[in-house]
């Protein structure tokens, strides 16, 4: 096979550059040489003689003759890259120009673009923020979380257990693997006072050692020590963002003291803002000193891993490290370690994986409705380039002047997307929900403009070879001799092609949002077990009040509850241990009558809730068999919890383990943090499954209802009231005026509810919109398609008007060539929809991901919009003036 002749002239070219610049240096240092010995001669000296001095004098012949070609190499490549510069500026004005007279199709295809990359660039910020780079620590690659997970029982994976104490310091004296630890407690809220109202807050508590594992100073004071905490750690620091807020960045807050719960602390400095350890935990607003030595105290732990450590060998090592101050011998370990990458701990990952596929799938919509949009200003532009080409141009030229164009186009394109991407990334941190309060750290970032850089670079450069090779597939001669530009057959199915592409594009998201927005759907008509209309809950702290004795609080409690059950629209007033919207979890070993007992190492996370007689009235929960708690000899009297002989239990779990009725059998649970043996419960009620954390959470899991006793644990009053929150005013004066000074407004449990789904609810809006934008540039895509082929057969298009054609068939034969490509596209959409929906499979809420009729919908969304599309230039067909059209050629 032969060199083609293009690639043959191309290294001839070099080969004869460089043998003229050979042959330059050589008769250059031959003239010299020759002038010199007739010099030399002329005073007298033989020829040879002269020839042997003139080369003496001249010195090393091959060092002064690669001395000269450097100079002219050096001369040549100034010259080229002057000329160059010169061209491409020259190129650069004339697209500049060129553009500007086309405005409509500059401002469609910028904005085309724009809208592509924005998109990219407002989700690849949050991707970057939150899973490429989600710490700002040092050396973040190597920061881990590190929890335990029990390994027998069933612990669910999305609660993994803190380490306590004890263990922590024997994997920091004893671990090669991990080079540093850093400790953290379980963020909790509570009320804080500084003047006036109490504000809720969240607190967190920390190692001294945070900061320097963290690589931040305070922004004003200093940071805790171990004197702090040899001293009772009674100091706090503020969270920049809290310090701003609510104290106006006072710097003489340093020294002021601010009570927590019942406790009071001192203000020793201000936390920089967004340094939390978790990124997809509660915003921060307060931070307390952590001991390590509190054998009482559990902790979630981050750590950096030495280098070239995996995570599976630092797993292996800290379960040893376990184990051997643990004294297990046996190899089996009630506790495993958990070690977790920052970015697995995101909470949304799987809906960000979701959403970047969305845009990228955006983004190749946009790309292929440029090439389109350059395929049709090629074919309007043949004959200007064969111009060009008959007066000299080269294929070279003519291709810089393309990339010139398509260059200015792609960084235009992207400058207005990276700004519509801010515009987006706002938009969606302002309208996210609260759930994720770790979005609100997303911003545009070095990786995010690069990337948006390189995509107008790459898009530049694919888009201008496009408008280069399509120019090239014309004869000069043709384009110089036809009166005006003919799309022709190769161009016609080129751009067909794009159109069939944006549309099975569009199909993918439309198909994705309609399944998502049929989720949203049907969470909300979900059946909850109970009624959250017109239901409220007044979250007591007593220690925050300082009533801490339990007859101080059962008076207080008695006092109130009749009282608010007098109060206008109050129909129901009931106290448990926790409200809806909250998991009472228990952990100890479920153990059931009749059936084997589990290993002695099994754990076992049960939902007990502790409710007085009125709390299945007033949740509105219907009992399937059985009744309501009898023996109340047990409330009020102190007893521990769970030494009640009653429990109810909700039905899914009733039919796990007995075929019959439930009534009458036994069960306990020994907790694992007493030898005290536990009393066997008797099941008096089932009751009917109840989603008290959102329609998403699993009905099947055990949930246990006991008596409620006393009120030394925390305590939640209900409160059914039909006009709203605010009816419930005098509610919250009464419980003041009864002590409970402290106390947030009722918190709406339909509200509560509400934002259990609002994760998929924003991301079936953002897929929404993003579907949205697809679906507009597909039918820009076909429109041009159809208002072209419209231009091209407007002389055919009126000898048929003039022959008699009826307008009917004329609309119809331009409507059918729209639709068939629409249909095309849109069913190849359909076959990529079916395995691309398994991003979602998860997701999805009352429905399969081949759900049929959101398949349908979304086929019939796309085939409409592809016919409205087909309007305006069906319209244009018609209006054709016979005669006009036969003059147009």
Request: hydrophobic share 50%.
């Amino acid at each position: 096979m032969g060199i083609r002749p293009g690639i043959r002239r191309a290294f001839q070219l070099v080969l004869r550059r460089r043998d003229r610049w050979e042959q330059d240096v050589d008769d250059e240092i031959r003239l010299h040489l020759m002038l010199r010995a007739e010099q030399l001669v002329a005073e007298g000296r033989t020829a040879d003689d002269a020839v042997r001095e003139a080369k003496e004098r001249f010195g090393p012949l091959d060092e002064s003759r690669a001395r000269l070609l450097q100079a002219a190499r050096h001369r040549e490549a100034h010259m080229q890259r002057t000329e160059y510069f010169a061209d491409l500026k020259q190129d650069l004005a004339f697209a500049i120009r060129t553009l500007g007279r086309q405005k409509a199709w500059t401002a469609v295809t910028i904005l085309t673009l724009a809208l592509g990359i924005g998109a990219t660039t407002a989700v690849f910020s949050v991707v970057s923020n939150l899973l490429l780079h989600p710490l700002p620590f040092p050396s973040a690659d190597r920061v881990v979380y590190i929890t335990r997970e029990p390994k027998l029982g069933n612990a669910p994976a999305a609660l993994p257990l803190p380490a306590d104490a004890m263990t922590v310091r024997a994997w920091m004296k004893a671990s090669h693997t991990v080079e540093a630890f850093e400790g953290t407690y379980v963020t909790w809220p509570g009320l804080a006072m500084t003047s006036g109202e109490p504000l809720q807050v969240n607190v967190q508590a920390v190692f001294p050692t945070f900061m320097t594992f963290t690589g931040v100073r305070p922004v004003i004071g200093r940071m805790f020590t171990q004197n702090d905490i040899d001293d009772g750690g009674r100091v706090v620091l503020l969270d920049e963002s809290f310090w701003r807020a609510r104290l106006a960045g006072d710097r003489a807050v340093l020294g002021r003291r601010l009570t927590i719960g019942d406790s009071s602390y001192t203000v020793i400095g201000v936390m920089p803002a967004q340094v939390g350890a978790r990124p997809s935990g509660n915003n921060i607003q307060l931070y307390k000193p952590l001991d390590v030595r509190d054998d009482g105290q559990a902790m979630e732990l981050m750590g950096r891993l030495r280098k070239g450590v995996t995570i599976a060998a630092a797993r292996a090592e800290l379960d040893s490290i376990f184990a051997r101050s643990e004294g297990i011998t046996d190899g089996v370990l009630p506790f495993t370690t958990r070690i977790t990458a920052p970015s697995d701990a995101v909470a949304f990952k799987d809906s960000l994986v979701l959403l970047f596929a969305a845009v990228a799938l955006v983004l190749l919509v946009a790309c292929a409705n440029v090439a389109h949009l350059l395929l049709a200003r090629g074919t309007v532009r043949r004959r200007e380039l064969a111009i060009r080409a008959a007066l000299g141009a080269g294929r070279g030229r003519i291709l810089r002047l393309l990339l010139a164009e398509s260059l200015l186009l792609a960084l235009a394109g992207t400058a207005f997307g990276v700004l519509l991407g801010w515009a987006g990334l706002r938009t969606m941190v302002g309208v996210r929900p609260q759930s994720l309060d770790s979005l609100a750290t997303a911003h545009l970032d070095t990786t995010t403009v690069f990337g948006a850089i390189a995509v107008a670079l790459a898009s530049g450069l694919i888009f201008g070879v496009i408008g280069a090779l399509h120019s090239r597939r014309a004869s000069t001669h043709d384009a110089l001799k036809a009166g005006s530009p003919s799309i022709g057959r190769r161009n016609e199915r080129a751009r067909g092609l794009l159109v069939v592409s944006e549309m099975a594009l569009s199909a993918v998201l439309l198909v994705g949002a309609t399944l998502l927005i049929r989720t949203v759907i049907n969470l909300q008509r979900a059946d909850l077990g109970f009624d959250a209309h017109g239901l409220y809950a007044f979250h007591l702290d007593f220690r925050g009040n300082q009533i801490r004795d339990e007859p101080s609080r059962a008076a207080v409690m008695t006092l109130a509850l009749p009282r608010l059950r007098a109060l206008s629209g109050v129909s129901d007033v009931s106290v448990a241990r926790a409200a809806p919207g909250f998991r009472p979890l228990s952990i100890g070993r479920l153990e059931i009558e009749g059936e084997p007992m589990p290993p002695a190492d099994a754990t076992s996370w049960i939902e007990i809730n502790s409710v007085d007689r009125a709390y299945l009235s007033t949740m509105r929960m219907k009992l399937r068999e059985g009744a309501g708690f009898v023996d109340t000899s047990a409330i009020g009297s102190g007893t521990p919890l769970m030494t009640s002989r009653e429990v109810i239990v909700n039905a899914s779990f009733a039919r796990k383990h007995w075929q019959g009725s439930a009534l009458g059998h036994r069960i306990r649970m020994p907790r694992r943090s007493t030898d005290a043996p536990a009393p066997w419960m008797t099941i008096v009620g089932v009751v009917n499954d109840a989603q008290t954390t959102g329609p998403m959470t699993e009905m099947t899991s055990p949930m246990l209802y006991v008596p409620r006793h006393d009120y030394s644990a925390a305590a939640v009053i209900l409160v059914r009231a039909s006009g709203g929150a605010t009816s419930l005013a005098a509610g919250t004066a009464l419980l003041k005026e009864l002590g409970l000074h402290r106390i947030e407004p009722p918190e709406s449990i339909g509200d509560t509810m509400a934002r259990s789904i609002a994760l998929p609810r924003f991301v079936m809006a953002l897929l929404g919109v993003f579907s949205g934008f697809a679906l507009i540039l597909a039918a820009i895509g076909l429109y041009g398609v159809m208002a072209y082929s419209v231009a091209e057969r407007t002389r055919e298009i009126g000898i048929r008007v003039a022959l008699g054609a009826p307008g009917a068939r004329i609309a119809q034969n331009v409507i059918a060539s729209g639709a068939l490509l629409a249909a095309l596209g849109a069913m190849l959409g359909m076959v990529a929809a079916a395995w691309g929906t398994r991003l979602i499979e998860s997701q999805l809420f009352g429905l399969t991901r081949l759900d049929p009729q959101s398949f349908v919908t979304g086929f019939a969304v796309l085939f409409g919009v592809a016919l409205i599309a087909c309007i305006v230039p069906t319209r244009r067909a018609l209006a054709v003036d016979p005669m006009t059209a036969i003059r147009a050629e």
